[in-house]
């Protein structure tokens, strides 16, 4: 069976011989290409990049024959990069440069891409000092403001070095890793949905959220190993693995590893606190993105009518609205639920022969000899012993992370901007 294809077809685009009636080039523009009969049982449209492409409920990528927004000269790109339709000859020899379609997608890539980043790794000194200050009920300094949190941080890279501020990294991935894949694997076995359609209903919600349930269960015994990493201080740590998290996860489960105190409490006391932290965190996450994405299409749609809105700013309401929505709903969920990660991590700390850094001097170790019976136990002895703002030690530091998010927000904001005005 022989290909149909025309006799000047190279593979990248079509270049039209003299022995065609009529060359592609200069007279034709930028839509005639897909839409001409002769040429319609060639031309296909490729898949999406994956993560380079921002798409909302029931939204679908545009065919690939479609143009882009118009600007006031004419068509804004071409379906096909460098096909000859501005100043290149009829037979259309030009070398291919890149469209403003394709840096869209690899943009798009990369802003997400510089997210994470930013929430995994960048930010990833703030958590371990939050969660040293949140388990040192020794400590007399609370790290409210970030001031005293860039001072501590300042004095732990001094006295350990840089990786006392990068501790546990690896096995944060494990975690998010386990999550998912625990997801993936439960919903497939399972009739239980992962994701909620637009026509949802009370028992699809509940099943949805059972789901997350039994993945925050599943995925327990390595957030507490991926704690105790983070926490553990510089001076004692060994060389662990990045396996360590799976290793001592399993052990924690079956019973094995390095002994515990009897003050350490059973994963079945563990399930209730951490399956509410996790399910409290979804539920107050979605509700503020989707809110904050209303507010942002509404004042886009609003504030930039279909016929002005430049190429540029066109792209930037695809791209921008969503992470600002993310950015707001973790923000949100983080200080609502920061009292009750205070609790959840103390009563997965306690036990562990842990030995954490000094959160007030920073040069010194104390061990972590907490006697609590419970959540409820838990809750009123920081009451009691701490004060309210016991429950907000270390806060300081969510006020770095999400500054720092922010600010790396509009840095990526200002030069994907430079960039399509560059090209466009």
Request: glycine share 12%.
């Amino acid at each position: 069976m022989h290909p149909r294809r025309p006799d000047g077809f190279d593979g990248l685009g079509y270049r039209g011989s003299a022995r065609d009636e009529r060359g592609f080039g200069v007279a034709f523009p930028a839509r005639s290409f897909s839409s001409g009969p002769e040429l319609g049982h060639w031309v296909t449209t490729p898949p999406d990049i994956p993560g380079s492409r921002n798409l909302h409920w029931g939204e679908k990528s545009p065919p690939y024959g479609v143009p882009a927004p118009s600007t006031p000269e004419g068509p804004a790109e071409e379906p096909f990069p460098g096909g000859g339709g501005g100043g290149g000859s009829g037979s259309g020899g030009g070398v291919p440069g890149p469209s403003t379609e394709q840096l869209s997608r690899f943009a798009g890539f990369g802003i997400g891409l510089a997210s994470l980043f930013t929430e995994n790794v960048l930010a990833h000194p703030c958590i371990v000092l939050r969660r040293q200050c949140q388990v040192n009920y020794h400590a007399r300094h609370y790290h409210l403001t970030p001031f005293t949190v860039i001072n501590i941080m300042y004095s732990f890279n001094k006295t350990q070095g840089p990786r006392a501020l990068w501790k546990g990294m690896g096995s944060t991935f494990i975690v998010q890793g386990v999550t998912l894949g625990a997801e993936g694997i439960i919903s497939e076995f399972t009739p239980l949905p992962r994701e909620v359609s637009h026509k949802w209903n009370p028992k699809q919600i509940g099943e949805h959220l059972l789901l997350k349930s039994l993945t925050y269960i599943v995925a327990m015994p390595f957030y507490s190993a991926s704690l105790i990493e983070t926490v553990q201080s510089e001076i004692i740590r060994d060389n662990t693995g990045i396996l360590e998290c799976v290793k001592e996860g399993i052990g924690r489960v079956i019973g094995l590893g390095v002994p515990h105190s009897k003050r350490l409490l059973p994963l079945l006391s563990l399930i209730f606190p951490t399956v509410l932290h996790g399910v409290l965190h979804y539920i107050i996450s979605s509700i503020i993105q989707k809110i904050v994405l209303l507010i942002l299409k509404r004042k886009t749609y609003h504030g930039h009518p279909a016929e002005s809105t430049s190429p540029v700013q066109s792209m930037l309401d695809a791209y921008f609205p969503e992470l600002i929505a993310n950015f707001a709903a973790s923000l949100c969920s983080d200080v609502i639920l920061y009292p009750l990660e205070t609790v959840l991590h103390r009563l997965h700390i306690q036990g562990t022969r842990t030995i954490i850094d000094n959160t007030d001097l920073g040069y010194e170790v104390l061990p972590i000899n907490t006697q609590y019976e419970g959540m409820r136990d838990c809750i009123n002895t920081i009451k009691q012993e701490e004060g309210m703002l016991g429950f907000y030690k270390g806060f300081g530091a969510v006020i770095i992370q999400y500054t720092l998010h922010a600010a790396v927000l509009q840095i990526t904001k200002i030069i994907y901007s430079t960039l399509l005005q560059n090209s466009v």
